[in-house]
């Protein structure tokens, strides 16, 4: 008998907003959903792969809220990925019934966990070392749980996963021939690729990452095994991988936001990608205005992630968020004059660890404030 797990918390604050609100109402700093552009994001990416015959993951690590992963499956996605036990746990919890742990788990205390997981939902996870495939094994046995496993291969982002070749297939052949383990298929996750501002230059890494895991499918497959999923891709690639006839799903996450580094990616053509809208913004209240060519807003270091550049500002033109520090940030302001206590959307410059800094997503229409939901996910990251 093993010791259940504790609650999660409950939330302590209330939300910032209320239904039915003016969005000018809301209390800042607030992460803002705008639910048109969100919705028009799910339909897009479910049309740019309807021809296509492969599955959509979405990564859930982008939201990490269950409200969206259900307008996800509602919208044709298969299950998500998130990449913690605890992170899985936030959505098994609240009902996810497929989920994808894109990631290796190691440690006694986090492999519990997924065995408990695994016998609430179909569960699948990543392996790239032999000893892991040994401690996963014996987590499964002593729940009397199994789980899908995935064999990691490295396709090029020099991350996690086994180098292509031969080692693929003796990882596979372990997972096979554990009692508590199903071998599932290859992850091959071009990470790096995502941010690759030219469309050639993605393309072109997509195409190394699929001959990589070509190699390893007809390798399996010789051995008498085989890959049933290759899942990999984010938003930046997705349909190099859904058209590349090597991957059967793809992980694609952050379409359903965009964020300000996602926007200087290019398409085809050399123009901005733009496939989505930017729907994901950060709510925030002019809190001082020491200049007429400078004013400073209550959103800082502590509100959004600066890991891939200032947020833009969405409201203002010319106005440029110049300089950051834990409770505030400093615009420079070439344009329109902005007023004490005016409200200001920004664009984050990276959606993901923008979202994990808040509880709630104030989700809007027009003027409004249409609904109010909880991150249940934000902080699960162990």
């Not at 919208?75 to 019934?97: D, L, M, P, R, Y």
Request: glycine share 10%; aromatic share 6%; charged share 20%.
């Amino acid at each position: 008998m093993t010791d259940p797990l504790p609650p999660r918390p409950s939330f302590a604050l209330a939300p910032p907003a209320r239904v039915g609100m003016a969005v000018a109402d809301v209390d800042t700093p607030a992460l803002l959903l705008d639910l048109d552009a969100f919705e028009a994001n799910l339909a897009a990416m479910t049309a740019s792969l309807a021809d296509t015959g492969i599955r959509l993951r979405p990564h859930a690590k982008s939201h990490k809220c269950p409200e969206i992963a259900r307008r996800q499956i509602a919208a044709g996605a298969v299950g998500i990925c998130c990449q913690k036990a605890s992170e899985a746990e936030a959505f098994i919890q609240a009902g996810i019934g497929d989920v994808l742990v894109a990631n290796e788990v190691v440690g006694d205390a986090k492999l519990r966990r997924l065995a408990r997981l695994a016998g609430q939902a179909t569960l699948s996870v990543c392996v790239d070392h032999a000893d892991a495939v040994r401690d996963l094994e014996a987590a499964m046995a002593r729940e009397g749980a199994r789980v899908d496993v995935l064999v990691e291969v490295d396709v090029g982002a020099s991350r996690c996963g086994v180098e292509a070749g031969p080692a693929v297939v003796t990882l596979a052949r372990l997972v096979a021939d554990a009692p508590h383990l199903r071998f599932a298929g290859l992850q091959g996750y071009q990470g790096s690729a995502q941010h690759v501002r030219s469309a050639g230059g993605r393309r072109d890494a997509i195409a190394t990452a699929g001959r990589l895991l070509r190699e390893c499918v007809d390798l399996l497959r010789s051995a008498g095994l085989d890959p049933r999923v290759v899942t990999g891709g984010g938003t930046g690639t997705y349909l190099n991988e859904a058209t590349s006839g090597v991957y059967t799903e793809v992980q694609a996450g952050s379409y359903i936001f965009m964020d300000a580094d996602y926007a200087r990616n290019l398409d085809a053509a050399g123009k901005p990608f733009a496939a989505f809208r930017q729907s994901l913004f950060v709510l925030s209240t002019v809190m001082s205005r020491p200049t007429d060519r400078r004013a400073v807003v209550d959103v800082g270091l502590k509100a959004h992630s600066v890991d891939s550049g200032m947020p833009l500002v969405a409201d203002v033109a010319g106005a440029t968020y110049v300089n950051v520090s834990d409770e505030h940030g400093v615009l420079d302001l070439a344009g329109d004059r902005v007023s004490l206590g005016q409200k200001l959307r920004l664009i984050p410059g990276h959606c993901d660890p923008t979202v994990n800094l808040y509880d709630w997503l104030v989700c809007y229409r027009g003027e409004r404030v249409e609904d109010v939901w909880p991150i249940a996910a934000r902080g699960a990251f162990y």
